[in-house]
């Protein structure tokens, strides 16, 4: 079996968990971090990977190219991806919650004929999700619970004191188009979740700040004509970055797996 080739768009603490984890067949061959990270960047990786600040400079064609550069990057490269007829699988889906960038990314998928995978990420049931809308829903909320570490250099910062904490405490209730936005490296899912389901303003959005937390909590409840779901996820954070779910980086390598298998599950 010949080894097919990946490129990552950022080299943070999910990116290095995938590339730990990467199945065998698929080899990193391309890192696209900003000009800042390159000389760390080739520090951290074999010679054999290229680092490069743009999409651009890549001379060939990556099987697949994953997004896990947070919100700007998603916003700097993934049009360029798109455009070359690439499959991108994205993370930073929160950047969707700005319509004009969706726009720009969707039709530079269509005039290129790319591809754009919106992961599960850190929660789960998605598609469980998508395939009720298809019945018409009724309502889907979402609340997120992590430590008070995981919300640090966040907007959470603004709305309460999280070193004072003492219990379990509710700091922002919203729509989900707006905590996606409110909190690009915390509330992706917000986003995700808006998108196989009922949208941006109609997904309300809890999230909670807890000092007796170990986990990152995501409950999901959905009603429809289905019926109804709830799902809750108690995630291990990642130990280099908090603020991610260790499965939201599986849910990369998971895609990983995808273009080495000729069945998908
Ligand atoms: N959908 C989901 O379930 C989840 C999504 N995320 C998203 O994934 C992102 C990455 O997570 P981590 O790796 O834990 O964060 P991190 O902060 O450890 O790494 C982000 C990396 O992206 C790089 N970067 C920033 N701007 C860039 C650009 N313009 N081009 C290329 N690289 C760029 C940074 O240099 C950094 O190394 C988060 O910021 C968040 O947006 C995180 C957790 C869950
Ligand atoms: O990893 C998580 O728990 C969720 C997260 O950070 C995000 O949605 O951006």
Redesign the pocket.
């Known amino acids: 079996m010949t080894t097919k080739r990946l490129m990552i768009i950022g080299y943070g603490a999910m990116a290095q968990e995938v590339h730990r984890l990467l199945p065998a067949g698929l080899e990193l061959a391309w890192v696209v971090v900003p000009e800042s990270q390159v000389t760390l960047t080739r520090e951290r990786l074999d010679a054999g990977v290229e680092v490069l600040t743009s999409v651009a400079q890549c001379e060939e064609r990556p099987e697949l190219v994953v997004e896990c550069a947070g919100q700007p990057g998603l916003a700097e490269h993934g049009e360029a991806v798109l455009a070359r007829g690439l499959t991108l699988a994205i993370v930073a889906t929160?950047a969707l919650a700005d319509e004009g960038l969706y726009g720009r990314l969707r039709q530079a998928a269509e005039a290129g004929s790319g591809r754009m995978l919106v992961l599960s990420?850190?929660v789960a049931g998605m598609d469980g999700l998508a395939a009720a809308r298809e019945g018409g829903l009724e309502s889907v909320t979402y609340e997120?619970c992590?430590a008070p570490r995981s919300w640090k250099g966040s907007h959470a910062e603004q709305l309460v004191d999280l070193d004072a904490l003492r219990e379990a405490t509710v700091f922002y209730e919203g729509t989900a188009g707006e905590a996606a936005r409110l909190f690009p490296?915390?509330?992706?899912?917000?986003a995700t979740i808006a998108l196989a389901g009922i949208g941006m303003q109609a997904t309300t959005v809890r999230l909670t700040a807890d000092p007796a937390a170990t986990r990152?909590t995501?409950r999901i409840h959905v009603k429809g004509r289905f019926g109804e779901f709830r799902i809750e996820l108690n995630?291990r954070p990642l130990e280099h970055n908090p603020?991610?779910?260790m499965l939201?980086a599986l849910s990369v390598v998971r895609a990983c797996r995808q273009v080495l298998d000729p069945v998908t599950v």
């Open positions: 929160g990420g850190a997120a992590k490296a915390n509330a992706n899912v917000a990152n995501h995630g603020k991610t779910s939201a």
